[in-house]
């Protein structure tokens, strides 16, 4: 009787140990705050423009209808809750629909909504005089993984019938799990996520996991083989190729570089990822674009917002362009009206 009884004592003492520990990691502030806001960060604005969805599987969305400037930024959602002007009620034979998904980048962090790439494509798209009204609908929204763009394709973008549907990928997209400061925000914490214990040692693992599998980089442990967050890339984009083919769609998925671009794409330190996200795309049946060429060929100036890189106006243009230009080539190819 003895050992079970010394069994006890030791995991009462433990678990008042670990009890106590808490209580002064609270009341000194010590360790990562249970409490999730948004605070005075790059999101402290978050909250006035996303709202909780209903859609099974998406954490929020865009406020339907809102206007206004936010950070010094222009920002129109429509009734759609599309960052852009209303979609239009009828779509006839001359008006071409194009479905772009994404998430900050593609939303257009910190420009103002027409210098967004998705609405400078449509400009250049309007531009070739081929009859066709072009329609570009921009579904981005920040902090979206591949997983949301996914739920967003399937819900939202294919009953609008659109033509053709684009998809920005960026390096921090399978970033599924709720550690992104929006998906943070408006989903439902876990049961341990109230300690300031538990939450430190999760950090801990995090970082141990990033060093091991990533070599202290975040966006390579999010692309490592084996891990359940390129597991949920690959699972998106089969998702997305299947929901492509049976609504009888084009799909091209287009690589937004991260930081510096140099002069020779071959010495961009993250092409090995471009190409093991590119080879994932096509094995599910997507055209891929990665747009490292066209950044290496600009010599006009900066290409990103600082410090946060994303695309400034410049940025978007170049995106537009490559785009515009890929369409006009294909693979794919602009839907025509015989097509």
Known sequence: MRRPVALAVCLSALLVGLGLAEGAA???????????RLGDSLWDWGDLIHRQ?????????LSPGLKGRFKDVRVSINAQGLRGPE??????????RLAVLGDSTTYGWGVDSEQTWSA???????????GYVNEVL??????????????????????LEPDLLLLGYNLNDPEFEPRQPLHRFYAEPEWWEGSRLLRWAEQRRQAWRRQRLGGGDPFR??????????????????????????????????????????????E?????????????????????????????AVADGPVYLLPDLHPNPLGH?????????????GPPSLPMADD
Not at 138 to 159: C, H, K, T
Not at 241 to 248: E, H, I, S, V
């Open 120 to 130: 400078v494509l449509g400009r250049l798209l309007d531009r070739r005089a081929d």
């Open 268 to 296: 961009y330190r993250y092409a090995d990822l471009h190409a093991r996200v590119a080879a994932a795309a096509r094995e599910a049946g997507l055209e891929v674009l990665d747009l490292v060429p066209a950044y290496a």
């Open 53 to 61: 969805s209903e859609l099974p599987g998406l954490a929020y969305e």
């Open 221 to 266: 442990l999010l692309h490592a083989e084996g891990t359940r967050t390129w597991a949920s890339v690959q699972d998106a984009f089969l998702r997305m190729g299947r929901a492509a083919q049976a609504a009888g769609l084009d799909m091209l998925v287009v690589l937004f570089p991260l930081g510096r671009v140099p002069a020779d794409p071959a």
């Open 26 to 36: 609270r009341l000194s502030s010590w360790g990562p705050d249970p409490a999730l």
């Open 317 to 329: 243009e170049i995106a537009a362009a490559a785009v515009a230009e890929r369409l006009s080539s």
């Open 138 to 159: 921009n579904f981005g929204v920040s902090g979206y993984s591949s997983q949301d763009e996914a739920v967003v394709l399937e819900a939202r973008a294919l009953p």
């Open 87 to 96: 979609v239009r009620s009828v779509k006839g034979r001359w008006l071409r």
